[in-house]
T-cell receptor, first 110, second 114 residues
Framework: DAKTTQPPSMDCAEGRAANLPCNHSTISGNEYVYWYRQIHSQGPQYIIHGLKNNETNEMASLIITEDRKSSTLILPHATLRDTAVYYCIVRLTYGQNFVFGPGTRLSVLP | DVKVTQSSRYLVKRTGEKVFLECVQDMDHENMFWYRQDPGLGLRLIYFSYDVKMKEKGDIPEGYSVSREKKERFSLILESASTNQTSMYLC?????????????FGSGTQLSVL
């Protein structure tokens, strides 16, 4: 069974914030939320991860709801180069592999 | 920056051939992984290794084997290539199991088996 649910596709205007949702209603207390993206013809690229607190780095922000059943990846000022498939993954810290679902195909439009 | 290098970007082989896909990482990572990616099926884990000479089956190991003789190198072997193994193959590495584990991927090898 899939651990995460994401919309198959989204559009965003260039320069605007892109907010990508992810539902993970069965997440357990020691599972982290990870986000990766895959630009066409490249391997996936790590973006950010978190457990329960909101996280921010140079690429994006991760907002996790208080009940941890969903999260949102925010790209604050989307550019055309952010057009990619974005994967939300839930996994344990140790001994569990990353399972990539179908992800969300984000198209940033000029 | 971590670099994961896959030896070929594109590869064309014939049915029945033995195929080697090579992957090298330059950051002394413990873990290495092989995935395949097919349209509509996403990334699926074939094999992984958490140490030299150690290997573990992933979700779809049938028809594949792996070799890790040196820490930096992880090879995927198709003993007798078949057309249903036409796919994009992605190698990845991570430092070790842990809270801050991050996967670093290579650019992929598009394998066509004719």
């Amino acid at each position: 069974d899939a651990k995460t649910t994401q919309p198959p596709s989204m559009d965003c205007a260039e320069g605007r914030a892109a907010n990508l949702p992810c539902n993970h209603s069965t997440i357990s207390g020691n599972e982290y939320v990870y986000w990766y993206r895959q630009i066409h013809s490249q391997g996936p690229q790590y973006i950010i991860h978190g457990l329960k607190n909101n996280e921010t780095n140079e690429m994006a922000s991760l907002i996790i709801t208080e009940d941890r059943k969903s999260s949102t990846l925010i790209l604050p000022h989307a550019t055309l180069r952010d057009t990619a498939v974005y994967y939300c993954i839930v996994r344990l810290t140790y001994g569990q592999n990353f399972v990539f679902g179908p992800g969300t195909r984000l198209s940033v439009l000029p | 920056d971590v670099k994961v290098t896959q030896s070929s970007r594109y590869l064309v082989k014939r049915t029945g051939e033995k195929v080697f896909l090579e992957c090298v990482q330059d950051m002394d990572h413990e873990n290495m992984f092989w995935y395949r990616q097919d349209p509509g099926l996403g990334l699926r884990l074939i094999y992984f290794s958490y140490d030299v000479k150690m290997k573990e089956k992933g979700d779809i190991p049938e028809g594949y084997s792996v070799s890790r003789e040196k820490k930096e190198r992880f090879s995927l072997i198709l003993e007798s290539a078949s057309t249903n193994q036409t796919s994009m193959y992605l190698c990845a590495s991570s430092l070790s199991w842990g809270t801050n584990e991050k996967l670093f991927f290579g650019s992929g090898t598009q394998l066509s088996v004719l």
